[in-house]
């Protein structure tokens, strides 16, 4: 018996010790990704309950309770996976959407012209487009929250006042230029929580049958009733969104994990080098007398014309996919999950979360109360008499920050769409001021003329805009992601020749260079990240739903039947 104790213990400790061992692993993995690849997918998050998804789920559950609780599931679904593939070609190619689409359209050995301005730069025109919608969205959705917070203040002044939000860039880097840039990432998640606690101390001060509410989550033939096929066509139009695509596209290619290498601190070792004068000449008195003279306000003049500092883009780009090489496996193989999961839990853990209880507050609240749907100014003025002044502040806050995340993530995805496709580098802050000037207008017009009736219209406008350009965007996504030539990565391995001695081989391992030629051997693996049979026919099959739905939306639309 003691012999059959002494092995339970150790096998008991064993047991422990490995148990002990995966715990740690586990907690290594989470902080790893926690502190290096958290980030990317709020940001992607952000676009998926602006100031516009707001408008659709208040109409939704107002109008039909909770029936369309599963749309919203079902959308946020395919934004997933719109923004995985997105995620994947960034990831293992190192080039975003916008510029994939220029290698592949704009350099074509044959009809070069014709595939240029009759297919890039009408997408190209048609990107723009859906930027220009999403900001005009962002601006109005901010410009009510302002209004709802300062009754006093008129709607149009509104509207300027949150056109002046792109001062908010000044103070950041450029989160687009290699390296993530925590603290911008950090204030998008703050804002990003911001809109989720609001909305839950809201919700859960509402009357809500969550019986009910999670029944909604299940299909039913209530999806097909007059007026519910088209609303649930608003929230799929509205909640997957072109530009956070393109950006999704663009953040994926940048590496998390090593920190700056040798050669970039060479590099940068040169370049002050060259700029900075020697210890020689900084001696003599013309160069004293040189840095004597640049005052604070020399020093804060350059800083702030370097902000809108046109970069040129580099000469050598590739012209066409066949001029370029993938990114490393090892890239991949360190970024590519990580990216995925942070992706998922952000999209399925915020974004559908918020959609969701914003359209339970709308049924909980107006679904009985009230005979048209919900506006936004609506939505607080119920909130305010039926709940309480406190309610109705929470939810002017929590869209307020929806609105002003949102439309800094515009400004990025602009950014990366105008550099894609035609090479046009601009700084983030000139490229705000054109965008909000473009949304500007329209907006200021509308809310002097028409007021609230106005803006909420332009608002649902903007959303339609939106709606109609997806299908434009997401072909090409899932023509790039599903083609072998494109998706595939070539890593080299070096094996011992056949005649090699087992003696000789730590020695040669050690050669990356393939010196002892006749000692080693080296050989090229293909490794395919491309679509699955099952994604390709997944994706086309969804992209056809869309396109259905967008033609059906709008010939509802013209026969006056539209929800």
Not at 50 to 55: A, T
Not at 105 to 122: C, E, M, Q, S
Not at 271 to 279: D, I, M, R
Request: proline letters at 4%.
């Amino acid at each position: 018996m003691s012999g059959e104790s002494v092995t339970s213990a150790a096998t008991f400790r064993t047991s422990a010790s490995r148990m002990s061992s995966r715990l740690r692993s586990g907690a290594h993995l989470v902080l790893h990704h926690a502190a290096k690849h958290s980030g990317v997918g709020i940001i992607c998050a952000v676009a998926y309950f602006d100031p516009g998804n707001w408008g659709v789920d208040l109409q939704a559950g107002s109008e039909f309770g909770y029936k369309l609780l599963f749309v919203v599931l079902l959308a946020g679904l395919i934004a997933v996976y719109m923004q995985v593939l997105a995620s994947r070609l960034g990831c293992v190619t190192g080039l975003d959407l916008a510029s994939h689409c220029r290698l592949l359209l704009h350099d074509r050995p044959k009809h070069t012209w014709a595939w240029r301005w009759l297919v890039l730069y009408p997408l190209y025109a048609l990107s723009e487009i859906a930027i220009i919608s999403t900001d005009l969205a962002e601006l109005l959705g901010s410009a009510m929250a302002l209004c709802m917070l300062f009754p006093r203040l008129p709607l149009w002044a509104g509207v300027l006042i949150t056109a002046s939000d792109v001062l908010v860039l000044l103070a950041l880097r450029d989160p687009l230029q290699g390296k993530p840039v925590r603290l911008f990432e950090l204030l998008i998640a703050a804002l990003v929580f911001t809109v989720l606690v609001c909305m839950a101390v809201i919700v859960s001060q509402a009357g809500v049958h969550w019986g009910q509410a999670f029944d909604g989550f299940l299909p039913s033939s209530s999806l097909f009733k007059s007026g519910a096929l088209y609303t649930s066509v608003g929230i799929l139009g509205a909640t997957v969104m072109p530009h956070s695509l393109f950006l999704g596209s663009a953040l994926a290619t940048q590496d998390r994990v090593s920190s700056r290498s040798d050669i970039e601190l060479y590099k940068e070792s040169l370049t002050l080098a060259k700029s900075t004068p020697s210890l020689n000449s900084s001696i003599l008195p013309t160069d004293v007398t040189e840095r004597r003279t640049r005052t604070i306000w020399e020093r804060a003049k350059k800083s702030f014309c370097a902000v809108f500092e046109v970069l040129p883009i580099e000469d050598g780009r590739p012209r066409s996919h066949e001029e370029r090489f993938n990114n490393p496996v090892s890239f991949i193989r360190a970024h590519l999950w990580h990216g995925i999961v942070d992706m998922v839990l952000s999209l399925l853990g915020l974004a559908v979360v918020i959609n969701a209880l914003i359209l339970i507050l709308a049924g909980a609240e107006f679904h009985r109360t009230s005979d048209n749907p919900a506006t936004l100014f609506d939505a607080y003025d119920l909130l305010r008499d039926r709940i309480g002044g406190s309610a109705a502040i929470l939810f002017a806050l929590a869209l307020l920050a929806s609105g002003q995340s949102s439309s800094i993530i515009a400004t990025m995805a602009g950014q990366t769409v105008s550099e894609g496709f035609i090479q046009w580098r601009v700084s983030p802050i000139l490229r705000r001021l054109i965008t909000r000037l473009l949304g500007l207008v329209p907006s200021m017009v509308v809310a002097i003329a028409l007021g609230r009736a106005g803006i909420a219209t332009l608002l649902v406008a903007s959303q339609v805009i939106l709606s109609i350009v997806l299908p434009f965007i997401v072909f090409p996504l899932i023509y790039l992601t599903s083609s072998r030539s494109i998706m595939s990565v070539r890593e080299r391995h070096m094996n011992p020749a056949p005649s090699a001695s087992p003696d000789v081989l730590p020695s040669t391992s050690n050669d990356p260079n393939g010196a002892s030629g006749e000692l080693t051997q080296t050989f090229d693996e293909v490794m395919n990240f491309a679509n699955s049979k099952f994604t390709i026919w997944l994706g086309y099959a969804i992209w056809f739903a869309i396109v259905l739905a967008n033609v059906y939306a709008i010939v509802t639309l013209a026969m006056g039947q539209g929800g």
